[in-house]
Structures are given as structure tokens and as C-alpha cells.
């Protein structure tokens, strides 16, 4: 079975439609592209609409997406809980579970031990979650912004390294970490918000 964004773009170029065709009086062709791009996760109503304009399965091709809605949903209840509180709840944390998940769970586990965990341990964890981050099939991620990683899960690390960087009595380092990740803040895109 292949993933229902890509259904999207093969129905859509066998019609020989733009983007714009298939996106208009349903979404705006930026966020339809988002869609098909499978960055942003369509709401039923949108899904409805689109398969019939591209004459796809209705039903089937709308369950598709289920999956896809709950992963996009625990990221962003995971983010907004972060950006808005600094703090993620174990019952957040624990909807990240599923193995897609895998690099969320990790950047922000780490977040919560960062400030009991042994720093030794911390800084490995830290640099396995960087590699990870930059490795990682993020199809959620604009295919533009791919190369760096989830800019979300680089300020949540950046702020495990601000913690770790004060535990250790590095209070310039912390300091130039927690800046770096508030500077990182103004490039979440909108709809994780």
C-alpha cells in the first residue's frame, strides 16, 4: 500500500491537472502542496473533497489517512504543550510510542531527563538523537527543510544541551543554547502553532 499523498500527485498528474485545479474552493494550492508533499495531514472534510475531485476511492482512500492524523496530532499536542509550557506530559510522551515516532519520543524524553540524567549518558543520547534527527524519513517535514531535521525537535534538543550545558556550571554555553533555540522559534511553520 502506498502512502495516500502519493496517491494524490499520480491521480493528479494522470488527469494533467496543476495543483491549483485540483486544490480550488477546497484548500489553498500552498497548503494542498503541503498535502501531497504528506507535511500536513488533510481533515476528513478536506480528504472527502479531494478524493472525489480525483476520483478516488472515497472511503478507503479516507482511512488511509487515519494513521497519518493520529502521528500528526500527538506531534503537535507534544509541541504545543513544549512550546507554550516547556513541559511535556508523560501521557504526551507515551502517545508517542508508535515506532514512526521514534525520533519525537526520544528528543523529548531526553527533554524531561535532561535534568537528572548523568550527563555522560545525556551528551550520547544527545548526539544519537542528532543523527537520527538529520537521518530520519521525516515526510512531515517540507522536502525543502528535509536535510536539517524536524526544526521542533532541534530546539527541543538544543534546550536538553541549554540544561545540560547548566548543570555542569556552563551558565554562557546554557545561556547561547536556550538563545539559539528561542531564534529557532520564529522557522516552526504555522500549522504546528
Not at 75 to 101: I, K, N, T, Y
Not at 114 to 137: G, K, W
Request: glycine share 2%.
Amino acid at each position: 500500500m502506498s502512502e495516500p499523498w502519493n496517491d494524490l500527485r499520480s491521480s493528479r498528474e494522470a488527469l494533467g491537472w496543476t495543483q491549483r485545479d485540483v486544490a480550488r474552493d477546497i484548500v489553498s494550492q500552498s497548503h494542498y502542496s503541503l498535502i501531497e508533499q504528506g507535511v500536513l495531514v488533510p481533515s476528513d472534510r478536506v480528504a472527502r473533497h479531494l478524493a472525489a475531485r480525483l476520483r478516488l476511492q472515497v472511503d478507503r482512500w479516507g482511512e488511509e489517512w487515519v494513521p497519518y492524523r493520529r502521528a500528526f496530532h500527538a506531534r503537535q499536542r507534544c509541541w504545543r504543550s513544549f512550546a507554550r509550557d516547556g513541559f511535556v506530559s508523560s501521557e504526551q510522551l507515551r502517545a508517542l510510542s508508535h515506532p514512526s515516532l521514534h525520533v519525537d519520543f526520544e528528543c523529548y524524553a531526553q527533554y524531561l531527563d535532561a535534568s537528572t540524567a548523568c550527563p555522560e549518558v545525556a551528551y550520547r543520547r544527545l548526539a544519537d538523537a542528532r543523527r537520527q534527527l538529520c537521518s530520519s524519513r521525516a515526510t512531515h517535514v517540507p522536502q525543502r527543510m528535509r536535510q536539517w531535521g524536524d526544526i521542533r525537535l532541534r530546539i527541543v534538543l538544543a534546550m536538553v544541551e541549554s540544561q545540560l550545558q547548566k548543570r555542569l556550571h556552563r551558565y554562557q554555553a546554557a545561556t547561547a543554547w536556550a538563545l539559539c533555540a528561542n531564534r529557532m522559534m520564529c522557522e516552526v511553520p504555522a500549522f504546528w502553532h
